[in-house]
């Protein structure tokens, strides 16, 4: 180990859970919270033109496009567990901020700069994920599962903010749990100082346990050359990535609106919003099964489901065929982002492989509320009928293309030491460390 270099005061078994909190927040903060902006908007700063919503989620979204390069770039230097607990620190601020925020441009820019300082979690998904004891597929489970229990809890956060006279008056519930998380960070993501020791070349190196939540050097100066050359598989799969994720964004913004139109109450629609949330998690544990039986072609059926699960909400405003469509729905959305997820983790890793889907998902988050905004201004079933034909074009193109094998850089074992020890590595942590 080279001399200054940082370590994490707590092991892989403990940060694990910190930054899968971190995830689940940021999720919370990004993208959970938005179908209740307009009605937010309404209530705090008498706004009701829709384009306002979507103004402000594509402004969000274009924060988090221009940071995360900027976040990649810091990680060079600085260990990510500090850069975590340094962007959660904001982000305490900035939420408590935002209860106080006496316009709606304040509100919008005090939203950015909290989006901005809790992208960099993201930097950890391919390490949290691949650091799992049971595989890659388990951890990519697990991720989906930590995001989803995360908008089942912002959707009762907002249906508090929106009930209450002044909606600002019940944002502080998300300060404290920004606090919370603040203090775990504290507590489990330290990093300490080791004595110099001679460091072996990359190639030899084992994967200790008490490797850095970040290195000091760059994670792409391991990768080999040919991974930082996209390959068309690659450019293919961040294209179906961009896709799905703007087709299942963009249906998010007015979903409450559209149910309410149809008769639904505020406690209703909230509750037809959060149902694919629990249809996810209930699909989850039959993944494995499912995908040892449909292989490659359980992703093309999951994302037909999802489609047919939108349609037939945009044809019925009836409580009954909408939970249903909504439960459809749900459940192709969870089959789809596992099995869309662990081909993004298989074929790129966490260098500048990664960096181009991650950049592709932002990219989707960023367009969807153009198309949210540009379909519901002429109906607020619009969304819906869009997100299903994307979807169901998704889910014809890629149907039959194979799952990619893993690459050079999927099997290096440096390449995950950077955030999280894996699990193998946690195990040999009992036995004192040869110097």
Not at 254 to 270: D, L, M, Q, V
Not at 302 to 320: K, R, S, W, Y
Not at 400 to 413: C, F, I, K, L, R
Request: glycine share 6%.
């Amino acid at each position: 180990m080279s001399e200054g270099q940082t370590v994490p005061a707590a092991t892989g078994g403990t940060a694990r859970p910190v930054l899968l909190g971190a995830a689940g927040l940021h999720m919370v903060t990004q993208t959970a919270l938005a179908p209740f902006y307009p009605a937010l908007f309404r209530s705090a700063y008498g706004i009701r033109d829709l384009a306002a919503t979507g103004l402000f989620l594509m402004l969000c979204q274009l924060a988090a496009v221009i940071v995360l390069p900027l976040w990649g770039r810091a990680t060079r230097h600085v260990p990510l567990a500090r850069l975590v607990t340094a962007g959660q620190a904001a982000a305490v601020l900035l939420a408590g901020a935002l209860a106080l925020a006496p316009s709606y441009l304040v509100f919008t820019l005090l939203s950015v700069a909290l989006i901005m300082a809790k992208s960099v979690v993201l930097l950890a998904y391919p390490a949290v994920a691949r650091s799992h004891p049971k595989g890659l597929l388990c951890g990519v489970v697990q991720y989906v599962a930590v995001l989803h229990v995360a908008a089942v809890g912002a959707t009762v956060l907002g249906t508090v903010v929106v009930a209450v006279p002044d909606p600002r008056a019940a944002l502080p519930l998300l300060a404290v749990a920004e606090a919370v998380l603040l203090g775990a960070c504290v507590m489990l993501l330290r990093v300490r100082r080791e004595p110099a020791f001679s460091r072996p070349s990359a190639a030899q190196e084992p994967v200790a346990a008490h490797e850095p939540v970040a290195a000091h050097e760059p994670v792409a100066a391991q990768e080999p050359v040919a991974a930082s050359r996209p390959s068309r598989a690659l450019v293919r799969l961040a294209v179906f990535v961009l896709v799905n994720f703007v087709a299942v964004t963009a249906v998010r913004p007015y979903f409450t609106e559209y149910a309410a139109e149809g008769g639904a109450s505020i406690t209703s629609a909230s509750l037809l919003f959060v149902l694919p949330h629990l249809a996810v998690l209930a699909v989850l544990p039959a993944t494995r099964t499912l995908r040892r039986r449909f292989g490659g072609r359980l992703l093309p059926m999951a994302l037909a489901l999802a489609a047919a699960g939108l349609l037939e909400q945009a044809v019925t405003t009836e409580a009954v065929p909408l939970a249903i469509g909504r439960l459809l729905f749900g459940a192709g959305l969870g089959l789809a982002q596992v099995a869309f997820d662990e081909r993004v983790l298989t074929i790129t890793g966490s260098g500048a492989a990664y960096s181009l889907v991650a950049a592709a998902q932002t990219c989707g988050l960023l367009l969807a509320p153009l198309l949210a905004t540009a379909t519901a201004s002429a109906a607020l079933a619009g969304p819906l009928l869009a997100g299903a034909a994307l979807l169901a074009v998704l889910a014809v193109l890629v149907r039959g293309d194979a799952p990619p094998a893993p690459t050079q850089e999927t099997a290096s074992p440096t390449m995950f030491k950077a955030v999280v020890p894996a699990a193998a590595d946690r195990r040999q942590a009992s036995a004192p460390a040869a110097r």
